[in-house]
């Protein structure tokens, strides 16, 4: 969450950043009101604790020499100053429980660099890699669920059968293809990120440590009968690793990655195209995921950024940079970085990672902090990407794969993964 004393210390900035991510300036005011009350409520309470306490020190001091008169006089007090404090600490946890939910349903500040811009529209594209337009003049490209279908390594009727809308089921050389991928992602960065097989359902704290509750219920999977959800990203586990630590300045930064299967109900999906491998309510991906000292945020920003555009290019994919604006950044976020892939089949670009900043938000949720040199504790700040997202790579390697005899061409990059260069007849 954000730091309240901002509210506080500099509302004009706070109300002006978070109105760039469309949070009423109402809210903030009203917000500051409860964080203002509550402040002189624990004044308050903290004078009125230290009169019980001055008054017991009184009461056992008289009572050593024998000055009953006084002793009885000053006792009277304690019970009208304890219902004084009981009164007050009721006060203050409904102060705390109001602020408290309006805080945890803020989102983090956008970084002054973000580009200004309330919606996608926006968003500015920072540079392109391996697309020309005249490449594709001319040519006829199917989408990659005609492509897999007639391949058989692709079933939409059964999946659908199985499980419903927004599932797939992939077959032989497409299940080899997505296991490929995954090991692919793995293997690049095994040498600057410690891997990690966490849990796939995590509690209701380890949830809202993200940002993704309370703010994202709606779009979460949540078993019946346990508190506990079904993951929408690597992310969440492994933020959560070091929740309620105090870490060493030194061992700064931990730099994480998973292989995780990862559920979203895309409760707003409805109006996008949702066929084939474009949007589902299941998928495979693998996350990276860096803590580290505020000073070194840029530095591993920029190589995270490197790692997660590493594989496309490996494989050969067209894609761009987009540098998201303050209205379209995500809940947690401070500045994002999309890498959308061009699908040419459906003549559309889709993002497969976002690489993001999350400055000290989530840290605050988790309270993770490290000890700097002076003795005191700060909060770390997150980073995380995606290194490989399979669905949409995997779609798009369909399209930009097909031969006219229907077989699927593969890159260089996947033959030892896949023991082959191509899906289908040849």
Not at 149 to 173: Q, V
Not at 178 to 185: A, P, Q, V
Not at 319 to 341: H, K
Request: glycine share 8%; net charge negative; with cysteine.
């Amino acid at each position: 969450m954000i730091n309240s004393k901002l509210i506080l210390q500099d509302f004009e900035n706070s109300a002006r950043l978070l109105e760039r991510k469309g949070v009423s300036r109402n809210s903030l005011i009203e917000l500051r009101g409860l964080l203002e009350n509550r402040q002189d409520v624990e004044r308050q309470l903290n004078d009125g604790r230290a009169e019980v306490n001055k008054i017991s020190d009184e009461i056992g001091k008289l009572a050593l020499t024998g000055k009953k008169a006084e002793m009885d006089q000053l006792r009277s007090q304690v019970p009208m100053l304890k219902s004084r404090v009981a009164s007050l600490e009721v006060e203050k946890k409904r102060l705390d429980d109001e602020s408290s939910y309006i805080l945890l349903r803020l989102p983090n500040f956008p970084a002054e660099d973000a580009p200004q811009g309330a919606t996608e529209k926006d968003n500015v594209v920072l540079r392109v890699h391996g697309y020309r337009p005249e490449d594709y003049e001319g040519k006829s490209y199917r989408p990659h669920w005609e492509v897999a279908t007639d391949l058989g390594i692709y079933d939409s009727e059964r999946a659908a059968k199985i499980s419903g809308s927004m599932f797939a089921l992939l077959r032989k050389d497409g299940s080899r293809l997505l296991r490929s991928l995954i090991r692919f992602g793995l293997d690049l960065n095994e040498a600057r990120y410690e891997e990690l097989t966490p849990p796939h359902f995590v509690r209701t704290e380890t949830f809202t440590a993200t940002g993704h509750l309370p703010k994202f219920e709606i779009d979460a999977y949540k078993l019946r009968d346990d508190d506990l959800w079904a993951i929408p990203t690597g992310e969440v586990p492994l933020m959560s690793l070091h929740r309620d630590e105090i870490l060493t300045a030194e061992e700064l930064p931990k730099r994480y990655m998973a292989y995780t299967v990862c559920w979203r109900r895309e409760a707003g999906s409805a109006g996008k195209d949702t066929r084939g491998m474009q949007r589902l309510h299941e998928f495979h991906k693998v996350e990276l995921l860096k803590l580290c000292r505020p000073e070194q945020i840029e530095v591993e920003f920029a190589s995270m950024l490197q790692d997660a555009e590493r594989p496309l290019q490996l494989l050969g994919l067209p894609y761009r940079v987009v540098d998201l604006c303050a209205g379209d950044l995500t809940f947690s976020s401070a500045r994002i970085y999309d890498l959308e892939v061009y699908s040419p089949g459906v003549d559309r670009w889709l993002e497969v990672s976002s690489v993001g900043i999350f400055t000290d938000f989530q840290a605050r949720r988790g309270n993770i902090r490290f000890r700097g040199e002076k003795g005191g504790t700060e909060f770390v700040h997150a980073l995380n990407g995606s290194a490989m997202a399979t669905p949409r790579i995997w779609a798009a390697l369909i399209e930009h794969g097909q031969q006219q005899d229907g077989s699927v061409r593969l890159p260089d990059a996947l033959v030892p993964y896949m023991g082959k260069s191509q899906i289908g007849p040849g």
